[in-house]
């Protein structure tokens, strides 16, 4: 039985993921692109428990979280529901070195890998569990100060190391646009990963990476327009529904 609390926050994320969907399709046309190459993942960070349970009914099932601790919790929650459908969990923000233990039982795909030794810790604590965890790089081609990631030189510097470890699955790279209203700014930040992508798949030295991780709520649209194959939306999907909401 569903309340009628239930039913509106059903309407809700209904409405709004069929915008998204249908902004995926319109942009996919756009630029002859299928957009079945495109992976939606539901950022839950600011989304109360209830909504991403909903969505989760609705049918969507790659959530993504920006703190490990939060992704731990929601996760061991979450599959303890009786109408909770199986999911993949994915870390999208920053992850510290005491934290890699915990978070790796229950994640499907890090897109924040950082630097060297952060890989090889991750690597070090999968090879101890019998592990083979799914990763990104994530790279800073904002040029901005204040976003985490290798710069663009430094990737390339350290691209050997990187492709050393037996453990981690390379998947591709992530990016993160600078929040501007320039467009060009943000396009460029994101045509600059595929570029990057393409170079070091270039390298031969690993069996080719395929993922783009770019793309927030506000700047999707030009993320797929530049190949993004993974986008990691939270606001746009889950607006309406923190007013709604009786959980915290
Ligand atoms: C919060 C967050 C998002 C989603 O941002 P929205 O603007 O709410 O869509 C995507 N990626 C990362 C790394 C984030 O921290």
């Not at 050997?160 to 930040?189: C, H, S, W, Y």
């Amino acid at each position: 039985m569903s309340s009628p609390h239930q039913t509106l926050l059903n309407r809700i994320l209904t409405d709004n993921l069929k915008n998204v969907v249908d902004t995926i399709e319109s942009t996919c046309l756009r630029c002859d692109r299928d957009p079945s190459e495109i992976k939606l993942i539901a950022v839950t960070k600011y989304a109360p428990l209830e909504a991403v349970r909903e969505l989760n009914r609705i049918g969507l099932r790659v959530y993504g979280e920006n703190r490990p601790q939060q992704l731990v919790e929601r996760a061991e929650t979450l599959v303890k529901d009786s109408g909770w459908s199986p999911s993949e969990w994915h870390l999208i923000g920053q992850l510290q070195r005491n934290k890699v233990r915990a978070v790796l039982p229950h994640v499907g795909l890090i897109h924040s890998i950082d630097s060297v030794k952060l890989l090889s810790h991750v690597d070090r604590v999968a090879e101890e569990n019998g592990a083979s965890p799914a990763v990104l790089l994530q790279v800073n081609t904002s040029g901005e100060e204040s976003k985490s990631g290798f710069t663009p030189e430094k990737l390339l510097e350290d691209w050997e190391q990187i492709t050393a470890f037996d453990n981690v699955r390379l998947r591709g790279l992530m990016t993160m646009a600078p929040f501007t209203e320039e467009t060009t700014r943000v396009r460029k930040t994101f045509s600059e990963l595929r570029r990057i992508l393409a170079d070091l798949n270039a390298t031969g030295q690993l069996p080719s990476m395929t993922e783009l991780s770019m793309g927030m709520s506000s700047d999707y649209q030009i993320a797929i327009e530049e190949g993004a194959t993974m986008i990691r939306l939270g606001s746009t999907l889950f607006e309406g529904t923190s007013e709604l909401s009786t959980d915290t």
